[in-house]
């Protein structure tokens, strides 16, 4: 049992550049999310989805895109890649977005935009 | 979902009960205390939380006073490796609010743990 996985574990980026962050978990978790962490900051959260096929904002989504094709990933994607995303991202999930326990996390992407 | 507050640091001996407030002098009747820790670099994990009553499981206890306006987390016999940021966080059940809630998470406590 994996728990969430996060690819890749570090990135640097060039300004205006695009990438895909990649989260999976094999646990049949139907709520998945994204949070972002600035040094000194706690957890700001980007987007979210209730299911597959569903997605919605977070706190702070602009310059971020998510989809959500399967209940297994959920790719957040940077469209043009600022120095101001520099930042470390957090994949969470967990069964249902109705309790706020047991959100399983991941083990973060750690991004640099130069 | 009610504000929390909580000191932004503490130190505890190695061995010795950590003791981690926190107010949420704000919070509603269908609000739950969740805690969560960070421990560097990681990402948050789930440590406990409740409604009224103390709760303990193998992690910790959490113990919220009569009027609910504040809640203390316990580490009975802290290690090097609980240090870190604990966060406390108040939120609704959303089974009976019908709505949806996101987990949000403030500064938190950085707890560290002396030899």
């Known amino acids: 049992n994996a728990g969430v996985t996060q690819t890749p574990k570090f990135q640097v980026l060039k300004t205006g550049q695009s990438m895909t962050l990649q989260c999976a978990q094999d646990?049949?978790?139907?709520?998945m999310s994204w949070y972002r962490q600035d040094p000194g900051m706690g957890l700001r959260l980007i987007h979210y989805s209730v299911g597959a096929g569903i997605t919605d904002q977070g706190e702070v989504p602009n310059g971020y895109n998510v989809s959500r094709s399967t209940t297994e990933d959920f790719p957040l994607r940077l469209l043009s890649a600022a120095p101001s995303q520099t930042s470390v991202y957090f994949c969470?999930?967990?069964?249902?977005?109705?309790?706020?326990?047991?959100?399983?996390f991941g083990s973060g992407t750690r991004l640099t935009v130069v | 979902d009610a504000k929390t507050t909580q000191p932004p640091s503490m130190d505890c001996a190695e061995g010795r009960a950590a003791n981690l407030p926190c107010n949420h002098s704000?919070?509603?009747?269908?609000?739950?205390v969740y805690w969560y820790r960070q421990i560097h670099s990681q990402g948050p994990q789930y440590i406990i939380h409740g409604l009224k009553n103390n709760e303990t499981n193998e992690m910790a206890s959490l113990i919220i006073t009569e009027d609910r306006k504040s809640s203390t987390l316990i580490l009975p016999h802290a290690t090097l490796r609980d240090t870190a940021v604990y966060y406390c966080?108040?939120?609704?059940?959303?089974?009976?609010?019908?709505?949806?809630?996101?987990?949000?998470f403030g500064s938190g406590t950085q707890l560290t743990v002396l030899p």
């Open positions: 969470a999930s967990s069964l249902t977005q109705n309790r706020g326990y047991g959100y399983t």
């Open positions: 966080i108040v939120r609704v059940d959303a089974l009976s609010s019908g709505s949806a809630r996101q987990l949000t």
């Open positions: 704000t919070i509603s009747g269908n609000e739950y």
């Open positions: 646990m049949n978790h139907e709520y």
